[in-house]
């Protein structure tokens, strides 16, 4: 008998498989956006906006003057995975690799998403963190851990 793997599993290695695609150093965040039929209708990774070269914006800048760090310019996963998504998103659920940011939160609300499933909640109890949390509960959206699901990409 074949190893079948579950609908979660299935889903969050979408997300994190898209995740890949981010020229991030530092976090490359991936996001599938799943029908309550489970059909995928969006993908996103963390990356900028289409048409800018990614040899032109700070990367790798963390820290300093908001416009000489990546913050400025990145579209993050879950946002991306919205404007990607090929019909109306009321009532489905976002797999993310890392938990949403507040700004994030935010559109996923906006969209009418009912579930996150998430693995990495890393920032948990920052003000962002807090802020998203405070925001998803209170427009009924849901979100639940899942455990980590290991992907393996061999480097040339």
Known sequence: MSKIISWDQYFMSVAKLSGFRSKD????????????????????????????????????SR?????????AYVVHAELNAILNAIK????????VSL?????CAKAIIQAGIKEIVFEDDKYC?????VAAKKMLD??????????????????E
């Open 88 to 95: 109306d998103l009321h009532g489905s659920s976002i797999y």
């Open 125 to 129: 109890g920052t003000p962002s963190d």
């Open 63 to 71: 820290e300093g003057e908001l416009d000489q760090t990546k913050y």
């Open 25 to 60: 150093p530092n976090t490359q965040v991936g996001a599938c956006i799943v029908s309550p039929n489970k059909k995928i209708v969006g993908v996103g990774y963390n990356g900028l906006p289409i048409g800018l070269s990614d040899q032109d914006f700070p990367w790798e």
């Open 138 to 155: 209170g427009a009924g959206v849901s979100y639940r851990k899942v455990s980590p699901i290991e992907i393996t990409v061999e480097t």
């Open 99 to 103: 938990f949403p940011c507040h700004e």
